[in-house]
């Protein structure tokens, strides 16, 4: 009985984990946006606006990739 316990409470735990994990993820995601927003507001070049485009973009195909590989 206490082992069954203790697998939904860790079931539980790795439930709200991810749930955490993927709240801030899409913080972040709409950070990254503004920022990219931000950056256009304020004028920069272009060539460094589209830098902070390709990053996100890259950064995104690469969680993608690594999600393969996760358990």
């Given at each position: 009985?206490?082992?069954?316990?203790?697998?939904?409470?860790?079931?539980?735990?790795?439930?709200?984990?991810?749930?955490?994990?993927?709240?801030?993820d899409?913080?972040?995601?709409?950070?990254?946006?503004?920022?990219i927003?931000?950056?256009?507001?304020?004028?920069?070049?272009?060539?460094?606006?589209?830098?902070?485009?390709?990053i996100?973009?890259?950064?995104?195909?690469?969680?993608k990739?690594?999600?393969?590989?996760?358990?």
């Amino acid at each position: 009985m206490k082992n069954n316990k203790s697998l939904k409470n860790e079931g539980l735990f790795s439930m709200a984990d991810r749930f955490v994990a993927d709240f801030f993820d899409h913080l972040k995601r709409g950070a990254t946006d503004q920022m990219i927003k931000k950056a256009e507001k304020a004028n920069l070049p272009p060539p460094v606006v589209q830098k902070l485009i390709d990053i996100d973009r890259e950064v995104k195909e690469l969680e993608k990739s690594l999600k393969k590989y996760e358990k």
